[in-house]
């Protein structure tokens, strides 16, 4: 069976444990690997270059932005500069600030920040990519959550390519009418992204009025949703499925046994000699 | 026949207006009626359809006073889910009431919250699907069908549900002429053999005239004229009094002075034939020899003072303001080719119509005309220059687009700062400034409007303040995408006509894209029709019009006094 057609209960599980993974872990080369995971997954995704094209996009971004801000402004000791941006003898900056440098341990600190967004924005990506907005809504229902929520839920994923037209169209139509969004201005260039946001934001609530009107008319009601409602659409788990969540629960469970033993290991709490390859490894690894 | 629908003294002022949008409303529907319910934009049509349904009070707040029964239940008393079941309700646009992306799960929705069996909603979505002309449609993505196609998909999820009452809110506004006749067809299909009744709404009276058996007339939130059909439309002064467009044969008969309204092609045939004796009276040849341009003058808005000459001539000199050059495009490399090869010229001082079905190319072609998307071959030259080349903001003055949606461009706080927006990007000079203001606001009677929020008006003015946005910057080459949307004749016609007399006297081109044939008629003295990517036609609207093959292929509905005009001459039914 392909992890692409895994059950979507399954997949929104993955992501709950890699969410909780990433936040456990800290170690540069475990948020890798999990990081690598989750590419894999989005290699087997079957995704358009232009999805991809756009994850790269935003993977970059991100990184990059974590990594620029947390080795500049990173306020831990130790900490040690790699090369300085501004001298603390630069007029009026340097003064005001101390000097501002590029520390290493910030640029690591950052890199496991965006190691830890990109791996879940990934996992994200592969759920929405490979699971049609109807299996998510059955699998959402399944996992509890109430029906008026993941009806909202997928509806809203459905048109998130809608307003990404709608956004692109709307800059083109201030831009048409001489606009130019970069100047020199800041205060101009801010109002002008906040001009562009007002016809995004009006469509979308004339749309969402609307599409709420069309769904009441169709005798959608939160009690409705609340009770027995029919569901046409029925999915099943597989062997697979069951298998993988067990194996991944595992992997969760070990990694959080492991952190704790070191935790108490580390603040002097509780220490057995047998666990010291345990210990070892969670911190060279975990 | 039993009566299922009571208005009675319905008063409805929406939160936030002073004014209400219903006043003291009185109207009593019988099963099987099949009423059409016409009005300027903005008289309270959607209004009293959503009070029908519940919808007001339900989802809206406001004041509201008087009821609505529907078979001795009052509406506002009962909860939106029990009158689901007696009422469906079809939307104007089809993008904004689907909101799955497999039909089967579309239709399947209002069976599922009314908690039915699966087994009886399988069945009840084939015969839903059937009776729509979709039943192999059940496994296809919404977003692969044309409008047409949605909107019947949008239908059949109604008649799942088995309504005894349809209320249809514009529903052909997004259509082209083959999609609105079917889904009108199959409308008249389950008035007359369900006994579904009908309520519809909307300007195209010619196509749904002949269907009903009432007539409501609404003007300022009230119901001024409620008759059986064959009374409505015997005297037209009303209609041109409050603005509204009466059938077209109606009104060419009354003008010819026939004792029948006729409302069909056949009818009207017959009326013309019986009145002359067989003979070809100087008013036959009246109706052969008018042009499309004389119809529509004389037709149902000839209360509208016509300043403007149509058929304006171009003007190429050698060089054109735009040379499109064998244009091929798709939007990825994978994706199906949208445009193929088509190479056509455009002069300065020219007004065009792009005309054909639903998913043509139309809006794409506007876009590829500006430099807004790449050719996958070929190219487009604006004004001597490669269209890519330009920067959008380098079009600012040469080149305006407004879209079939004007929320898409309005972005100011106040009409007036909306229509200035343009110029102060151009770096007027202050006093240019408020004289390109003052003159664009005078000229497209916004001056009233000026302080207002552009969100806070209706279509027509949000439609009005967008065009007057755009061509504030009096750009050399006008596009409009689709302006007819949602707008009655009246209303469009005076803005066309402001346009096109503005645009005639600066020698400018005006480019729309529409499927409104006498929009074409009167406006345009050119028309390109596009069939599947291909462009089928480049030439006069009158010969466009006149050749089956072009009607066919490209989807167009000639005006029913063109119509008549050849028959008359032709002596068969055109």
């Given amino acids: 069976m392909s992890i692409v057609n895994l059950h979507p209960r399954t997949k929104i599980v993955i992501l709950a444990v890699v969410g909780c993974l990433v936040v456990l872990l800290d170690g540069p080369i475990s948020l890798a690997v999990c990081f690598l995971a989750s590419t894999c997954l989005v290699a087997r995704s079957r995704a358009s270059w232009h999805q991809i094209r756009l994850l790269i996009l935003v993977v970059l971004l991100g990184t990059w932005g974590l990594v620029y801000s947390q080795a500049i402004f990173y306020s831990e000791f130790p900490r040690t500069p790699i090369f300085t941006l501004i001298n603390q003898d630069f007029p009026v900056i340097g003064e005001v600030t101390g000097g501002i440098r590029f520390y290493r341990e910030g640029l690591l600190y950052g890199a496991v920040q965006s190691l830890r967004f990109n791996t879940t924005l990934a996992i994200g990506c592969f759920i929405v990519w490979t699971t049609p907005p109807r299996d998510l ?150 | 026949m039993s009566q299922n629908i009571a208005i009675e003294s319905l008063s409805f002022t929406y939160a936030g207006r002073s004014e209400p949008t219903l006043r003291k409303i009185n109207a009593r529907v019988n099963s099987g009626d099949f009423v059409l319910l016409l009005g300027p934009t903005g008289c309270g049509k959607s209004t009293l359809l959503r009070s029908i349904n519940g919808l007001i009070p339900h989802t809206s707040g406001g004041l509201i006073s008087g009821r609505v029964r529907i078979n001795e239940a009052n509406v506002a008393e009962q909860p939106l889910s029990a009158t689901s079941k007696q009422v469906g309700f079809l939307f104007q646009n089809p993008e904004d009431q689907l909101f799955s992306v497999v039909v089967e799960d579309e239709v399947a929705f209002g069976l599922e919250n009314l908690a039915m069996p699966p087994d009886e909603v399988n069945r009840r979505i084939d015969a839903a699907l059937t009776q729509v002309g979709l039943s192999g449609f059940r496994g296809r993505m919404i977003a692969s069908l044309s409008s047409g196609q949605k909107q019947r998909i ?39 053999t369900a006994g579904t009744t009908v309520i519809i709404a909307g300007h195209q009276v010619d196509e749904v005239a002949p269907l009903c058996n009432r ?234 409007l000026r302080s207002q929020t552009p969100y806070a008006l209706s279509q027509g003015q949000r439609q009005r303040t967008a065009v007057a946005a755009v061509f504030s910057l009096h750009p050399q080459l ?85 119509q008549l005009g050849y028959a008359l001459n032709s002596g068969k039914a055109a």
């Fill in chain 2, 154 to 192: 949008a239908l059949a999820s109604l008649l799942t549900m088995q309504p005894q009452i349809l209320l249809l809110d514009e529903p052909t506004s997004y259509l082209d002429s083959k999609g609105a006749s079917n889904l009108l067809e199959l409308v008249r299909q389950l008035n007359e």
């Fill in chain 2, 478 to 562: 006008l596009l409009l995408d689709e302006p007819t949307t949602g707008q009655d004749r009246y209303h469009l016609q005076k803005l066309m006509s402001v346009l096109n007399d503005a645009m005639a006297k600066r020698n400018r081109t005006v480019i729309f894209s529409t499927h409104d044939a006498h929009l074409t008629l009167k406006y345009a003295n050119r028309v390109l029709l596009l069939d599947r990517g291909e462009l089928i036609f480049d030439g006069s609207p009158e010969t466009a019009f006149a050749d089956p093959d072009c009607v066919e292929r490209a989807s167009l509905m000639p005006p029913l006094g063109m």
């Fill in chain 1, 137 to 286: 809504l059955v699998a959402l229902v399944q996992l509890g959550v109430p029906y008026s929520l993941a009806f909202m839920v997928t509806t809203a994923l459905r048109y998130i390519p809608l307003i990404g037209s709608e956004a692109v169209t709307v800059v083109r139509l201030q831009r048409l009418r001489g606009f130019r969004f970069l100047r020199l201005n800041p205060i101009r260039t801010f109002s002008g992204i906040l001009n562009s946001l007002r016809p995004i934001l009006m469509n979308n609530v004339r749309r969402a009025t609307q599409l709420g009107e069309a769904v009441e008319s169709r005798g959608f009601s939160p009690e409705v949703a609340a009770g027995n409602r029919t569901s046409l659409r029925a999915l099943k788990m597989g062997r697979c499925d069951g298998s993988l969540m067990l194996l991944l629960l595992a992997c969760l469970l070990s990694v959080f046994c492991l952190k704790t033993l070191y935790f108490l290991y580390a603040n002097g709490l509780y220490y057995a000699s047998w666990l010291r390859g345990a210990y070892t490894f969670t911190r060279e690894m975990l």
């Fill in chain 2, 215 to 448: 007539v409501w007339l609404m003007h300022s939130g009230e119901i001024v004229s409620d008759l059986p059909k064959d009374r409505a439309f015997q005297r037209l002064d009303q209609f041109r009094q409050l603005g509204i467009a009466a059938p077209a044969l109606a009104q060419i008969a009354e003008e010819n002075g026939l004792a029948d309204r006729p409302l069909t092609l056949e009818d009207a045939l017959y009326c013309f034939r019986r009145d002359t004796g067989g003979m070809q009276p100087p008013f036959i040849t009246k109706v052969e020899n008018r042009t499309a341009a004389d119809e529509m003058r004389n037709g149902p808005c000839s209360n509208i003072p016509d300043e403007y000459p149509t058929g304006r001539g171009s003007n190429f000199n050698g060089n054109p303001l735009i040379d499109v050059q064998n244009l091929t495009f798709r939007y990825h490399r994978a994706s199906p080719v949208v445009l193929m090869r088509i190479s056509f010229q455009v002069g300065r001082g020219e007004t065009i119509a792009i005309m054909g079905e639903n998913g043509c190319g139309k809006t794409t072609l506007l876009m590829l005309m500006i430099g807004l998307l790449t050719p996958s071959e070929g190219r487009v030259i604006l004004d001597g220059r490669d269209a890519v080349r330009y920067k959008p903001q380098q079009l600012a003055g040469l080149a305006g687009l407004a879209f079939q949606n004007p929320d898409l461009l309005l972005q100011a706080a106040t009409v007036s700062d909306e229509v200035a927006f343009g110029p102060k990007n151009l770096k007027l000079t202050s006093q240019n400034l408020v004289d390109r203001l003052e003159n664009t606001l005078q000229m497209f009677n916004l001056k009233n």
